[in-house]
């Protein structure tokens, strides 16, 4: 799997928009971006993930560059509970059959303030 | 949904005890994953089945841990003799490889242990 590169840290306002970046310049055509978050003590959560497509769900929405070697996770109005770690992942597809762990790297720290 | 259910949330034990982690996957799940975070290495894979077997251990640290899944809705983390180098939160995950979903990892909420 591709590796990824994210900053260490990042602080955003209460009720602003948090964007985080990832670089994955290495990403293979067949490698899904995923999108992780992990609050304190707690276990890692899912929360997007994409191809090449612009996605959006409930929680956040994901745009990928055209070329894919990038990509940032949004989350549109940020409360004090989105404060985690939020890990960028680059995996092969479901449907490929290859094994489906997930490999984390450092993350960013996203720390919300009131 | 009751989620991936593990325990015990904590475990303080002394060296050399055998320490057993216990995890519950979500019903239906056919793939359990176990992950060990500490704050040096972050989370790493430590093993994971597919209906029930073993696929990749290699991140298996020693001969000293073991893992087992002797049916669909259980698996066992143990570690004999532990040492104080195993303290870390140990997460238990499962996914579904059917259909169109999205495959992601559902995770427990983790046994922290301490190993004094």
């Known amino acids: 799997d591709a590796k990824t590169t994210q900053p260490t840290s990042m602080d955003c306002a209460e009720g602003r928009a948090a964007n985080l970046p990832c670089n994955h310049s290495t990403i293979s055509g067949n490698e899904y971006v995923y999108w992780y978050r992990q609050i304190h003590s707690q276990g890692p959560q899912y929360i997007i993930h994409g191809l090449k497509n612009n996605e959006t769900n409930e929680m956040a929405s994901l745009i990928i560059t055209e070329d894919r070697k990038s990509s940032t996770l949004i989350l549109p109005h940020a409360t004090l509970r989105d404060t985690a770690v939020y890990y960028c992942i680059v995996r092969v597809a479901i449907s490929s059959g290859s094994a489906r762990q997930l490999t984390f790297g450092s993350g960013t720290q996203l720390t919300v303030l009131p | 949904d009751a989620g991936v259910i593990q325990s015990p949330r904590h475990e303080v034990t002394e060296m050399g005890q055998e320490v057993t982690l216990r995890c519950k996957p979500i019903?239906?799940?056919?793939?359990l994953f176990w992950y060990r975070q500490t704050m040096m290495r972050g989370l790493e894979l430590l093993i994971y089945f597919n209906n029930n077997v073993p696929i990749d251990d290699s991140g298996m640290p020693e001969d000293r841990f073991s893992a087992k899944m002797p049916n669909a809705s259980f698996s066992t983390l143990k570690i004999q003799p532990s040492e104080p180098r195993d303290s870390a939160v140990y997460f238990c995950?499962?996914?579904?490889?059917?259909?169109?979903?999205?495959?992601?990892?559902?995770f427990g909420e983790g046994s922290r242990l301490t190993v004094l």
């Open positions: 019903s239906g799940h056919d793939y």
């Open positions: 995950a499962s996914s579904f490889s059917h259909g169109a979903g999205t495959g992601e990892l559902f």
